[in-house]
């Protein structure tokens, strides 16, 4: 399934998505407007804005409700581009022990399902097999879904802390990708700004992309298998 995903073509349909979510929903809002909007939410909830966000997180990885990516988005728009990457990125690791505490440990009829599906018992061979670097890929396809990843993550027997680690370093290009599109929203009013935003997703695409082909080949990933 995660072959037939185009990447590149996935990521312009999301800044469209983007560009059509503002759109709509601020259409009279010229960028300092909305920029006003979002700095009058801040101030209305101070630091404690990033705590609610985190715990929005952590019971959507829990119980399974896949808006991870918009949130991430969400921290771009409010924050900016860099500190809504440290949110974002805060916000993964949240998820990480959120899904794997609740897949392991609370509702592990979502283990026996997700375990029985074609796709997720390869990826376990590859873990068993390759050792962390299938983790380490499997984070960095930031166009699979976290919540996806996650759920998969905690059916391996890979300990939390090391987890964590992974997520830490595999998911941060991800997260940066998705701050940025969330920064272009209260940047369209300034044609080189919001080129700039999208220009880091996609140029942390292609070296994602690179990055994962060469280490497939490098050590064999997925040539051998049944």
């Known amino acids: 399934m995660i072959k037939k995903i185009n990447p590149l ?6 800044s469209i998505l ?7 929903l601020f259409p009279d809002y010229s960028d300092t407007a909305l920029i006003g909007f979002f700095e009058k ?5 101070g630091m404690l804005s990033i ?8 019971v959507c990885s829990f119980f399974f409700i896949p808006i991870l ?7 771009g728009a409010l924050y900016g581009p860099f500190l809504g990457s440290v949110v974002s990125l805060s916000g993964i690791l949240v998820s990480c022990v959120a899904s794997t505490i609740s897949v392991r440990y609370v509702f592990k009829g979502m283990a026996n399902l997700a375990s029985g599906h074609k796709e997720v018992k390869k990826f376990l061979k590859q873990i068993d097999r390759y050792g962390f670097i299938v983790a380490i890929i499997v984070r960095l396809m930031f166009f699979v879904p976290y919540l996806l990843q996650n759920i998969v993550l905690a059916l391996t027997t890979i300990r939390l802390d090391k987890l964590l680690l992974l ?4 998911a941060m290009p991800g997260v940066v990708s998705y701050s940025f599109l969330g920064a272009g929203l209260v940047s369209f009013d300034d044609g080189s700004t919001y080129a700039f935003y999208l220009l880091v997703p996609i140029t942390l695409l292609v070296l994602v992309t690179l990055f994962i082909n060469k280490a497939r080949r490098q050590f064999d990933i997925g040539r051998n298998e049944d």
């Not at 073509?9 to 999301?14: C, F, G, K, N």
């Not at 997520?167 to 595999?170: D, K, R």
């Open 167 to 170: 997520t830490l370093f595999g």
């Open 9 to 14: 073509l996935l990521l312009v349909v999301l």
């Open 18 to 24: 983007v560009f059509l979510l503002r759109a709509f």
């Open 69 to 75: 990516i918009p949130l991430n988005i969400v921290c």
């Open 51 to 58: 705590l609610y966000l985190l715990l929005i997180y952590f």
């Open 41 to 45: 939410l801040l101030t209305a909830f």
